[in-house]
């Protein structure tokens, strides 16, 4: 059962990406570092998400 619920959430988590990842293509002035925004450390995501609400 609990490998059930972590493939579901992994789905999910899966196609939340890819969502995200066709708006910010499709926004014309979206910051190319945020498509791979997932692949930094935590720190280094709330910095860039600091840095961009200035």
Do not use: C, G, W, Y
């Not at 990406?17 to 498509?35: G, I, Q």
């Amino acid at each position: 059962m609990t490998l059930f619920i972590q493939r579901a959430e992994h789905r999910n988590t899966q196609a939340l990406h890819a969502k995200m990842d066709e708006l910010l293509r499709a926004v014309s002035d979206a910051v190319n570092e945020t498509a791979k925004i997932d692949q930094k450390e935590p720190e280094k995501i709330e910095a860039q998400r600091e840095q961009i609400q200035q």
